[in-house]
């Protein structure tokens, strides 16, 4: 085991040299170039799994010694502990099965080595984050992991609406990031030999010799940063944008990588966040806000891959909720259900978007769930296992997600009974509002699996605007408008005989493997204590607040988190199962809060009024004034002069008449005569 522990680097670089082969000899590999890619991520879960079930206590292996200053001193380090092995076999496993699903989804498609290229250098930054030992490598692969996103969501670049999302995905994770650089050079300031590996920073007796005010500005800003990676709001706008992109890329970000690395970067700093209450008030505050926006959103999509993306915004929430709920004796169980809730969320996530996929797949392009339904007898595959992993996002038992989920309720509850004065309260509203969200949740989604497999069969019409168009899009991945076709089979002209029917064996497979993660993993590690165990290995771990009762079991959250669940689940087949004028009529008298969640509460427009449209005058400014006062008048005016001088001053007098030369001589001469008597 030591020796596996020791080539634990070998989980990056198997999806690293996937990713070169890939983009080396893709025009010889063609629609072979998925085979290094999927065998590499493959690979890395086959090490990932032997780390997971490596015995031992967690410990850290130099791979190479990269940044060495008199200050600074950053090698290429790998902490391999309880953390680091979940969520490598969680982001690895995942991956091979979405590489897998894409091998048929982007078939055809012209970018096809350059797809797997970028999925493998996105699973070679993501597990490089999870397994780094140090804040700055931690850095260095959270930019890797975005570059990579906006490699992926712009992947069809051609697209304005793909490039747009690409660069807005981009853009407000820079601004994250900038929060996680501060926090970085503040951190390096103050700690012991401005060493920032985990094992100092985190160390008991580093946190005990840093100030409060300092301690809460670093938790802070470390939250900042998470907050933009993990779409939590004001940062979440980028996330159902980045929808634009191929299905499995969806599937990867919304699951395994990515959003994934905000949630990872505050468990990790757990023992410095825990000793700043008030941010983690705050952090439990905007999870709850988030999770409740986002959910408010999603009951009026028509989009479904969009009602997928909001659903995993509102999820996050639920894991930021978790983690900030994380007070005094409420610590260990805080981290372990955020983690847990992560853990599952990801195969039932991933499930639910390629499921998505594939119906988009089958209705050529088409995912609005207003032009097609009925679909379960079409696609039986594709129809149940979707209904798994609906049901485990809604928190039914037994599946995945109500262990997780009701592992973040018990914390709340916990938190508000051991919380102070008024933080105590707060804890016991952001309770019911998270109960209030569990049934939202499990109504939209139910909503969804109804719309889209339920009541009488209706297929996209060959002239519907959004179908895809065979001369058009063929091996573009893209239908005659741009929108994702779900490229590899099905076309919009109604004669070909994939069009309305299940996704081929490559596509659904994936499927299976998920569904069935998604229907035991809960039962698994979540009784059993299987994960708790293995989670609590984590360095540093050993310092959070235990419960005071570890063993006792409160009924009534369990109890109110299925209720809800089923409530919710119960009205969206009343309204959505087959026709009904009521969703019509409700949308009617709410009209105002229907048009608001349609239009995402014009968070958009609030966002292009206050900072964009003053952001894009200002840079029209800068723009007019280096373009006509810096290299105009003074780079262009400083290059002028010269010339001004020596062409229209010197060159006439350059002329070539030695009598004007003379003449010209003979002035000069008198008058240095002229100055000299002037100077007697």
Known sequence: MNLLVNNAWLVPFFPLLGALIAAAF?????????????????????????????????????????????????????????????????????????????????????????????????????????????????????????????????????????????????LVNRVGDFGFAIALFWLWTVVPNHDLSYGNVLSASTLAGLPQGTIEGIALLLFWAATAKSAQVPL????????????????LIHAATMVTAGVYLIARSTPLIALAPNVQLLICSIGCLTALLSASIAVTQTDLKRVMAYSTVSQLGYMFMGLGAGVGTVAELAVFAAMFHLFTHAFFKALLFLASGSVMHSMGGVIDMRRFRGLRHRMPITCWTFAIGGLALSGIPPFAGFFSKDEILAALKEASHVGHGGSANIYGLIYWMAVF???????????????????????????????????????????????????????????????????????????????????????????????????????????????????????????????????????SYLLYAKPSPYPARIAQSLKPLYKASCNKFYVDELYDMLFIRPLRMIASISA?????????????????????????????????????????TALGVAGLLWVLLLLK
């Open 437 to 571: 969200t569990a049934m939202m949740t499990a109504f939209y989604t139910g909503r969804a699996f109804f719309m889209t497999f339920f009541g009488p069969e209706k297929l996209p019409s060959p002239d519907d605007p959004e179908a895809e168009v065979a001369d058009a899009a063929h091996g573009s991945g893209l239908d005659a408008h741009g929108h994702d076709a779900g490229h590899g089979h099905g076309h919009g002209d109604g004669h070909d005989s994939h069009f309305g029917h299940e996704s081929p064996p490559v596509m659904t497979y994936p499927l299976i493997g998920l569904a069935g993660c998604a229907l035991v993993v809960g039962l698994l590690f979540g009784p059993t204590g299987l994960f708790e165990h293995h989670i609590m290995r984590t360095f540093a771990f050993e310092s959070l607040g235990h419960p005071e009762h570890p063993h006792k079991f409160d009924v009534s959250t369990p109890l109110v988190g299925t209720l809800v669940g089923i409530i919710g689940l119960v009205v």
């Open 26 to 170: 893709g025009r010889e590999l063609r629609e072979k170039a998925h085979l290094p890619v999927v065998a590499g991520i493959f690979l890395a879960f086959f090490v990932s799994l032997g780390l997971l079930f490596s015995a031992g206590p967690d410990k850290v292996i130099t791979v190479y010694r990269w940044l060495e200053f008199s200050n600074l001193n950053v090698p290429i380090e790998f902490r391999v502990d309880g953390l680091t092995t979940m969520m490598l076999s969680m982001v690895t496993f995942v991956s091979t099965l979405v590489a897998v699903y894409a091998s048929g989804y982007m078939a055809g498609d012209p970018g096809y080595p350059r797809f797997f290229a970028c999925v493998g250098l996105f699973v070679f930054s993501m597990t490089g984050l999870v397994l780094s030992n140090n804040y700055v490598l931690t850095y260095v692969f959270w930019e890797g992991v975005g570059t990579c996103s906006y490699l992926l969501v712009g992947f069809w670049y051609a697209k304005p609406e793909a490039a747009a999302a690409a660069k807005k995905a981009f």
């Open 236 to 251: 979440y706008v980028w996330l159902p944008d980045a929808m634009e992109g191929p299905t499995p890329v969806s599937a």
């Open 624 to 664: 007019f004034l280096d373009e006509w006062f810096l290299h105009g008048a003074l780079v262009r005016g400083t290059a002028w002069m010269p010339r001004l001088l020596g062409r229209e001053v010197l060159a006439p007098l350059q002329n070539g008449l030695i009598q004007y030369y003379a003449a010209v």
